[in-house]
């Protein structure tokens, strides 16, 4: 056969293959320009929708940017035909869904809106300005619930959220239905709990009504962690409210008294404690720490270099008016008298009631003991532990198993 002939018999072939090549190519070209776009996106989605025309996010995207809060109405108008140019392309572009949504919205049509933002919905929830439009819908229908709802899917789906969220929703623990609608979400122990609880406590939210909303979730369940709890009861006690951060505490301490001092065998090893437990005070000189000890379930642990002398530790009593007995034991205290620690028991911001010195651990098997009178007008007081400067070489070392302050009987 000639070789016009093969090449007329294999002209099919050969069309194919060109045809082929033609399409692999206009592939790879749509695939440069797509990457392209990609990256262009970054900087201009003008710029990048003009390079990929028919790539439906990027029109979404673009039809978004043009629907923000400051479009004029041609540029809804604008927008609205590129988010309904970009469902064509890919009815997955959620950014056109919600954009046609918001400019739904914005033109009074809220029940158009909510059919656009509930399909977006329905193709994904992490999309944030559909959960912001979705909190607000709730809110304008009084629903508290469904509001609750869409903020969990924000702060759970977008990182960005709490930063948007957390300020209004703090302020909403004021109200009561919202506190304790709050509550119910919380004790579920969504991922965004704790920054939660935490923005509250750090924020100067009512520390009365943060107080409320933790011991709701406390009662349903929830978990509220202990340095949450304490920056409550802080914060009460801070704002002049002591009677309602005692009743936060004894909720928190069933048994816990005002007629004595708490944990005299310094049991609780938190490590993030309250004003009314024992609160270890460490300065950069004067170091001192609660430790667990077998033999008496904990003991205040301290020490200072010579010639410095300061507070240890101390937590703020209710006592009523009356005759009151400290009594403790010690452990490797060895000091000359000018030197030796002792208690002290003041009313909170003003005058010292009453001091209890701590002799040398070798007398009496270092048991100490001394009487102090809390007057009438001394509601709050506080009881601590102090060191006096030392001239030995190793400083001041100790430490105390035991210290109670109870009514003389």
Same mark, same amino acid.
């Given at each position: 056969m000639s070789g016009a002939g093969l090449l007329h018999d294999r002209a099919p072939q050969i069309a194919a293959r060109l045809v082929l090549a033609l399409i692999a190519v206009a592939l790879g070209c749509i695939a440069v320009m797509h990457s392209l776009a990609m990256v262009v996106q970054k900087r201009s989605l003008r710029e990048a929708h003009a390079l990929a025309p028919g790539n439906g996010l990027i029109t979404g995207e673009l039809?978004?940017?043009?629907? $923000?809060?400051?479009?004029? !109405?041609? $540029?809804?108008?604008?927008?609205? &035909?590129l988010a309904r140019l970009a469902l064509r392309q890919d009815p997955t572009a959620i950014d056109a $869904?919600? @954009?046609? !949504?918001?400019? @739904?919205?914005?033109?009074?049509? +809220?029940?158009?809106?909510?059919? %656009?933002? @509930?399909?977006?919905?329905?193709?994904?929830? &992490?999309?944030?300005? +559909?959960?912001?439009?979705a909190i607000g819908d709730a809110i304008e229908r009084n629903d508290l619930s469904a509001a609750l709802t869409h903020y969990d899917i924000a702060l759970r789906t977008s990182p960005d959220a709490s930063s948007l969220l957390f300020p209004p929703l703090a302020m909403g623990t004021a109200d009561p239905t919202i506190r304790a609608a709050l509550a119910r979400t919380l004790a579920r122990q969504p991922a965004w709990a704790n920054d939660f609880m935490g923005y509250v406590i750090t924020n100067d939210t009512d520390p009365e009504a943060a107080a409320s909303l933790f011991q709701m979730i406390?009662? %349903?369940?929830? +978990? *509220?962690?202990?340095?949450y709890s304490a920056g409550v009861i802080n914060a009460l006690i801070r704002a002049g409210k002591i009677d309602q951060a005692w009743a936060y505490y004894a909720s928190l301490h069933p048994g816990a008294s005002r007629r004595v001092s708490r944990d005299p065998t310094f049991e609780s090893h938190t490590q993030a404690p309250s004003e009314f437990d024992w609160v270890p005070i460490g300065d =950069?000189?004067?170091? @001192?720490?609660?430790?667990?000890? =077998?033999?008496?379930?904990?003991?205040?642990?301290?020490?200072?270099?010579?010639?410095?002398? $300061?507070? *240890?530790?101390?937590?703020?009593?209710?006592?009523?008016?009356?005759?009151y007995i400290l009594e403790g034991r010690s452990e490797g205290i060895d000091q000359s008298d000018d030197a030796k620690p002792y208690w002290s028991l003041s009313c909170n911001g003003g005058s010292e009631l009453g001091r209890v010195d701590v002799p040398n651990s070798s007398v009496a098997n270092g048991r100490f003991g001394g009487h102090i009178t809390v007057p009438a007008d001394c509601p709050v007081q506080v009881l601590a532990l102090n060191i006096r400067p030392s001239s030995n070489v190793s400083g001041v070392t100790g430490q105390i198993d035991r210290a109670l302050l109870r009514p003389v009987r």
């Amino acid at each position: 056969m000639s070789g016009a002939g093969l090449l007329h018999d294999r002209a099919p072939q050969i069309a194919a293959r060109l045809v082929l090549a033609l399409i692999a190519v206009a592939l790879g070209c749509i695939a440069v320009m797509h990457s392209l776009a990609m990256v262009v996106q970054k900087r201009s989605l003008r710029e990048a929708h003009a390079l990929a025309p028919g790539n439906g996010l990027i029109t979404g995207e673009l039809s978004s940017e043009l629907s $923000g809060p400051k479009a004029t !109405g041609q $540029g809804r108008v604008q927008a609205d &035909r590129l988010a309904r140019l970009a469902l064509r392309q890919d009815p997955t572009a959620i950014d056109a $869904g919600a @954009a046609l !949504g918001l400019n @739904a919205q914005i033109r009074g049509n +809220t029940q158009l809106a909510r059919r %656009l933002f @509930a399909y977006v919905q329905a193709l994904s929830r &992490r999309d944030l300005p +559909t959960q912001l439009w979705a909190i607000g819908d709730a809110i304008e229908r009084n629903d508290l619930s469904a509001a609750l709802t869409h903020y969990d899917i924000a702060l759970r789906t977008s990182p960005d959220a709490s930063s948007l969220l957390f300020p209004p929703l703090a302020m909403g623990t004021a109200d009561p239905t919202i506190r304790a609608a709050l509550a119910r979400t919380l004790a579920r122990q969504p991922a965004w709990a704790n920054d939660f609880m935490g923005y509250v406590i750090t924020n100067d939210t009512d520390p009365e009504a943060a107080a409320s909303l933790f011991q709701m979730i406390s009662h %349903l369940h929830g +978990t *509220v962690p202990d340095q949450y709890s304490a920056g409550v009861i802080n914060a009460l006690i801070r704002a002049g409210k002591i009677d309602q951060a005692w009743a936060y505490y004894a909720s928190l301490h069933p048994g816990a008294s005002r007629r004595v001092s708490r944990d005299p065998t310094f049991e609780s090893h938190t490590q993030a404690p309250s004003e009314f437990d024992w609160v270890p005070i460490g300065d =950069g000189n004067i170091s @001192a720490s609660i430790q667990p000890d =077998g033999r008496h379930g904990g003991a205040l642990i301290f020490a200072a270099p010579p010639s410095i002398g $300061g507070l *240890v530790a101390r937590q703020i009593e209710l006592l009523p008016s009356g005759d009151y007995i400290l009594e403790g034991r010690s452990e490797g205290i060895d000091q000359s008298d000018d030197a030796k620690p002792y208690w002290s028991l003041s009313c909170n911001g003003g005058s010292e009631l009453g001091r209890v010195d701590v002799p040398n651990s070798s007398v009496a098997n270092g048991r100490f003991g001394g009487h102090i009178t809390v007057p009438a007008d001394c509601p709050v007081q506080v009881l601590a532990l102090n060191i006096r400067p030392s001239s030995n070489v190793s400083g001041v070392t100790g430490q105390i198993d035991r210290a109670l302050l109870r009514p003389v009987r």
